[in-house]
């Protein structure tokens, strides 16, 4: 009787175990509760490209997308064969789950990204490839915040011109400073352009002295790409600061910046990365540029601060009108990526 | 283009031109005085790196930039004492000394910045600003050129004449020169070279670590990987170019600063001429001087040569 009980048993649980495993709706394994991420950094954590994806990922952390409990690791700044042997150290280590390239690295992601499937790889801004599967290509534009900027400095501007001082003439650096322009000559028609290149990421010399030339050829606003304030102070003009919020660097020049928001950017990778892990889906990474606007949070412009009595309250009013018709959709700052020129 | 020739722009191109000369002159003339005591240094990179860091670290712990000037200097003369324990008392070769020198500078001052803004905003300090002089600054085109500089700007150009009186017209400028040309002759008096090596490249790395503080603290606000951006090479060049005398030294400095300052104009007026060109004008023409100068009649005969005694 006994024996006849327990292979029934045995043989309900048995069917239960079997239904529940042919189950087509059953996670193939428990959620994962952690994240642990290897960065390549290209400059340091003290430049703002690299400084504001730390401060997404402390944001990030903070919120716990998924209940996920967030590590990273960071390098030093990291290039070429470098990048691809801490790439290769960090995949084979087998602790980290996504690998963060912030950069231009897709030459090295290519000769890993098939020999570890299960990573999720990340390459970052103008200059890479996209491979699509495993690799997500994240692009950051902050050009709709640069063209705010421009109006603010064509209205402000009383020589009409305007200089605007950039690292390398690159897709996502252009882009800014064509915004930028595009927006002072939306507000200022008469406003003339004067554009430098340092061609290095910081070099405050050589940046310090084409922000002077800009100035000894008349202009009395500068969008400064690379750093440098010290040139607006000694004019006594205000600058504009890109990527972050720059006014601590310089609080009597510094008016405002075009600050970059990576938080959108990791979500989305960490989205892509849940649902390969929790829900079986491929990764399906993105063969073209990918970024968020304004909108969607991957930009903004930075508070005036202490120089917002600088600003007349109708130019203030025009931009937070230009803001909310871009965060609504009903204006669009077109994208330019030619390489800017002095008029 | 035509803008070139305003006045005001022709002002800003000088004034830019000793900026941009500063730094290179005081590492110059610093590099100039140990080469002519036969040693080739070839960290005067690393040296202003250091000196640039220690110039960013004390400027903001302290708050004072001229204890921040101290500090690139007794950097310099730190990272000269090690050059000077390897060339003059080791006798290692002089390249691999100065090229080892150079990677421990990047590595030791990126770690150190590192280690120094860990988990919170870079620290910033506000530099030197440009200082009137009386009067002279008010004379017209040349004033706002030569008297609205910074106070280190001035000290520099009256490096060039000091170095040169300490060369040729003192005791101390003979035996440096000697041990040069032929440091045996100070050896059998008695003299010694090694301590005289030692002292020429402690001296002229302070000058070069200055060098690399007033790049941070006339031109910058914070520290970087890499910040002094090659410009302890250029110092090289100039040396050779300037065929190892100070005047000659002071003129490649000069041209090449001209040059760049011409270049960030140009690119600035909108010079229908691809911007990468000008950037690179004035390395094409420190390369085309360096190919021009093929006999270097004024080079130290034992630039170099590690000394010894047969």
Redesign the interface.
């Known amino acids: 009787m006994f024996t006849r009980f327990a292979k029934r048993l045995v043989a309900m649980v048995a069917l239960v175990v079997a239904v529940v495993i042919s189950s087509p709706d059953r996670p193939l394994a428990a959620d994962p509760d952690k994240l642990n991420i290897a960065i390549i950094l290209s400059a340091g954590i003290d430049n703002a490209w690299d400084g504001t994806l730390i401060e997404a990922l402390e944001r990030i952390k903070a919120a716990k997308p998924h209940g996920l409990e967030i590590t990273w690791k960071y390098t030093d700044p990291l290039w070429g064969d470098d990048a691809g042997d801490a790439m290769r150290l960090f995949a084979e280590s087998g602790e980290y789950d996504i690998i963060w390239a912030h950069s231009t690295y897709s030459d090295q992601v290519k000769k890993l990204k098939d020999e570890f499937p299960e990573i999720l790889f990340v390459v970052v801004g103008s200059g890479n490839e996209g491979f699509g599967g495993n690799q997500y290509w994240v692009y950051k534009r902050v050009h709709e915040p640069a063209y705010l900027l421009g109006h603010i400095a064509g209205k402000l501007s009383k020589s009409n011109k305007l200089g605007a001082v950039g690292t390398f003439p690159a897709d996502d650096v252009n882009d800014e400073i064509n915004a930028f322009f595009a927006g002072a000559k939306a507000a200022n028609p008469k406003i003339e352009r004067t554009v430098a290149f340092i061609e290095s990421w910081y070099d405050p010399a050589k940046a310090g002295e084409y922000t002077s030339a800009q100035i000894a050829t008349g202009a009395d606003l500068i969008f400064q790409l690379t750093g440098n304030f010290k040139p607006c102070e000694e004019a006594k003009i205000l600058c504009f600061g890109n990527f972050q919020d720059q006014h601590s660097f310089s609080p009597s020049t510094v008016l405002s910046s075009a600050v970059a928001q990576w938080d959108p950017d990791v979500l989305w990778v960490i989205d892509a990365w849940w649902a390969h892990k929790s829900e079986g889906k491929p990764y399906a990474g993105n063969t073209e540029k990918h970024w968020f606007s304004m909108k969607d949070g991957g930009a903004t412009i930075a508070p005036y601060r202490d120089l917002e009595a600088r600003l007349p309250a109708d130019v203030r009013a025009e931009v937070e009108d230009l803001k909310a018709k871009i965060l609504a959709g009903t204006f669009e700052v077109p994208i330019d990526v030619s390489d800017p020129k002095a008029d | 283009m035509s ?1 070139l020739f305003h006045e ?2 022709i ?3 000088l004034a ?1 031109t000793l ?2 000369m500063t ?1 290179l002159l005081f590492s110059s003339m610093g590099e100039l005085v140990i080469q002519r005591s036969g040693i080739w240094n070839m960290g005067v990179e690393g040296t202003m790196l250091t000196g640039a860091f220690a110039a960013y670290l004390v400027a903001t712990l302290s708050g004072s930039l001229w204890l921040a000037v101290i500090a690139a200097v007794l950097a310099g003369i730190l990272m000269g004492a090690i050059i000077a324990f390897m060339t003059a008392v080791l006798r290692v070769d002089h390249f691999i000394a100065g090229l080892g020198l150079n990677l421990l500078a990047g590595g030791f001052t ?1 770690y150190w ?2 280690s120094y ?1 860990r988990g919170r ?2 620290p ?1 300090f ?2 030197f ?2 200082v009137d002089i009386p009067l002279l600054s008010d004379i017209p085109f040349i004033g706002p050129i030569l008297f609205s500089q910074r106070a280190l700007t001035y000290l520099a150009l009256l490096a060039v004449p000091a170095i040169w009186f300490l060369l040729y017209r003192s005791r101390h400028g003979l035996e440096l020169r000697c041990l040069g040309e032929n440091p045996k002759a100070l050896d059998v008096k008695g003299l010694s070279v090694t301590a005289r090596q030692f002292a020429a490249v402690t001296f002229g790395s302070a000058m070069t670590g200055l060098g690399g503080g007033f ?1 941070m603290l006339g ?4 520290f ?2 890499d ?1 002094t ?1 090659g ?1 302890g090479w250029i110092v090289v060049v100039a040396l050779i170019a300037g065929n190892w005398k100070p005047k000659g030294v002071f003129i490649a400095v000069a041209a090449f600063a001209l040059l ?2 011409l270049a ?2 140009l ?4 010079a229908k001429v691809p ?2 060109l000008l ?1 690179s004008l004035p390395y094409i023409a420190s390369i085309g001087l360096l190919m021009g100068l093929r006999l270097r009649p004024g080079q130290p005969a034992r630039l170099g040569v590690p000394y010894t005694r047969e």
């Not at chain 2, 690119?267 to 909108?270: A, D, M």
Request: cysteine-free; proline content about 2%.
């Open positions: 803008q005001a722009i002002i800003s191109i830019s900026r941009i730094p990126l910045f590192q803004i905003a870079q910033t506000s530099g600003e440009d790049l031109f910058s606000d914070r970087l990987a910040f951006a410009r760049e300052a960030t104009h690119q600035v007026l909108g911007h990468q950037l």
